[in-house]
């Protein structure tokens, strides 16, 4: 199965697992989509109840990482998308 199609096919805690095994694939699919695609990708990853707990701040760290050492833009992306995120109300 084509990288870029298994994406919408699982949950952001799995996506996260995969993206940190196979970092090189996933930062070729993604290259190929627009920065606001990319950008709701990653949001997607750590939108939920609880997003500063201490495990995805250091997932985020570990994928920011990952991703750096194959595509600037694409970490950059990460980090916006995260640093925003955690800056919003999570009192859901």
Do not use: W
């Amino acid at each position: 199965m084509e990288f870029g199609k298994l994406i919408i096919l699982v949950m952001p805690f799995t996506l996260t697992t995969i993206l940190l095994a196979n970092t090189k694939e996933a930062c070729k699919a993604l290259s190929k989509f627009s920065d606001k695609e990319v950008k709701s990708v990653f949001r997607f990853i750590y939108d939920n109840p609880h997003p500063q707990r201490k495990y995805f701040q250091e997932d985020f760290e570990k994928l920011k990482n990952n991703i750096a050492q194959y595509d600037k833009r694409l970490s950059e992306l990460l980090t916006e998308s995260y640093e925003k995120l955690m800056s919003e109300d999570h009192s859901h």
